[in-house]
């Protein structure tokens, strides 16, 4: 299973980024995906995730009401709309699955195949 993140980029802040993942190596659809970040210094964390049903999304709180986790099954990619950007917003991106077809998890450890990163860069 491979993982493609992109969409990252410099942008100032109160502006808007979208970020892709494509899969490949296997049935897409089938299982959740994640996103994750990590800024300079600090530990991976959870931002988003999506069923692979595609009708249930998980959000961390620092993210809720500014960014939306979808899914395309058709293209096999998952993509995390971030709207309302803010210099804390600044991190690497990593979008992640799972080959268990289970609820999203919120910790790294619940995912086994990891996409390389996308730099995202929020202005003051």
């Known amino acids: 299973v491979q993982l493609q993140a992109s969409g990252g980029g410099l942008v100032q802040a109160g502006g808007s980024l979208r970020l892709s993942c494509a899969v490949s190596g296997r049935t897409y659809s089938s299982y959740p995906m994640g996103w994750f970040r990590q800024a300079p210094g600090k530990e991976r964390e959870f931002v988003a995730a999506i069923t692979w049903g595609g009708d249930s999304t998980y959000y961390a709180d620092s993210v809720k009401g500014r960014f939306t986790i979808s899914r395309d099954d058709a293209k096999n990619t998952v993509y995390l709309q971030m709207n309302s950007l803010r210099p804390e917003d600044t991190a690497v991106y990593y979008c992640?699955?799972?080959?268990?077809?289970?609820?999203?998890?919120?910790?790294?450890?619940?995912?086994?195949?990891w996409g390389q990163g996308t730099q995202v860069t929020v202005s003051s």
């Open positions: 992640a699955t799972t080959q268990y077809r289970t609820a999203p998890a919120r910790v790294q450890s619940g995912y086994q195949y």
